[in-house]
């Protein structure tokens, strides 16, 4: 069997049990420790959470005086990927929220000043700036905030995801460089220190059963729900899969 078959076959075999461990959770970035598990879960989880986790977003604006410098079609696109923090419990895909936008120049339009019918939903930021208004201005428009899917358009898209097989330093033998002194898992966390510096006789290999999970969220849930919300809607496609087979039995 060759290295990479070797690789491959490694990669394919599951763990009884996986490990999670949360290695950096800051604002709107986590990034978390997955071992026993392959490529396979790991890239289902990545498109679920960009994909696949239903959050709120303007989706029709209703625009009764705009007389300002920026164009409706460009207001409206700018409304529409303001991020909307959001209670995922309370809303179910297709329900909407009424919000409305009120202002007279001479002003900068940010994105604290969208209120809600609903008060437990508001920008994820309150200082975006949407449009500038001179003397004389006026903007007064209503907008739907919709549930919906990133599989449906990116302004549904919740955050950002991505992995990475975990490195391991290994010298010309194949096995583990102990001289290497620097923790990997703090270099690659240090957002200063992007690459490992190898010395002569070193090298990199990637672990297929252990990866760094990152989850970048655009401010409508917390990392953590986001996870939670993958593994949840995941394990519920793996159930309507399983009754589906045994339907064909």
């Known amino acids: 069997m060759t290295g990479a078959e070797e690789r491959k076959d490694t990669g394919a075999r599951r763990s009884e049990t996986m490990d999670v461990k949360v290695l950096l959770e800051k604002e709107n970035i986590a990034k978390v420790l997955i071992k026993g598990t392959n490529t396979a879960f790991v890239n289902a989880l990545r498109r ?19 007389n300002g410098a920026m164009h409706d079609e460009m207001l409206c696109q700018r409304l529409s990927l303001i991020p909307l923090r959001m ?3 309370s809303y179910k895909e297709g329900e909407k929220v009424k919000l ?80 290497y002194k620097a923790d990997i898992l703090e270099m690659l966390l240090d957002e200063k220190q992007r690459d490992i510096i190898l010395k002569e006789g070193q090298a990199i290999e990637y672990d297929p059963t252990t990866f760094i999970f990152t989850i970048e969220s655009h401010g409508n849930l917390t990392p953590k729900e986001l996870f939670a919300a993958a593994i949840e809607t995941l394990k519920a496609k793996c159930e309507d899969f399983r009754r589906e087979l045994k339907n064909l039995s």
Do not use: F
Not at 145 to 155: D, E, L, P, T, V
């Open 100 to 179: 409305v936008l009120e202002k007279e120049g001479p002003c900068t339009v940010y994105s604290k000043d969208i209120k809600s019918t609903d008060p437990k939903i508001e920008p994820a930021d309150l200082n975006v700036p949407i449009t500038k208004l001179a003397e004389g201005h006026r903007l007064r428009l209503e907008m739907d905030a919709a549930i919906g899917s990133g599989k449906m358009h990116s302004k549904w898209q919740a955050a950002i995801a991505s992995y990475q097989e975990l490195p391991t330093i290994v010298n010309d033998k194949g096995t583990k460089d102990k001289t």
């Open 87 to 89: 209670d995922a419990k």
């Open 48 to 66: 679920q959470i960009m994909s696949g986790i239903p959050i709120l977003s303007i989706d029709d604006v209703h625009i009764y005086e705009n």
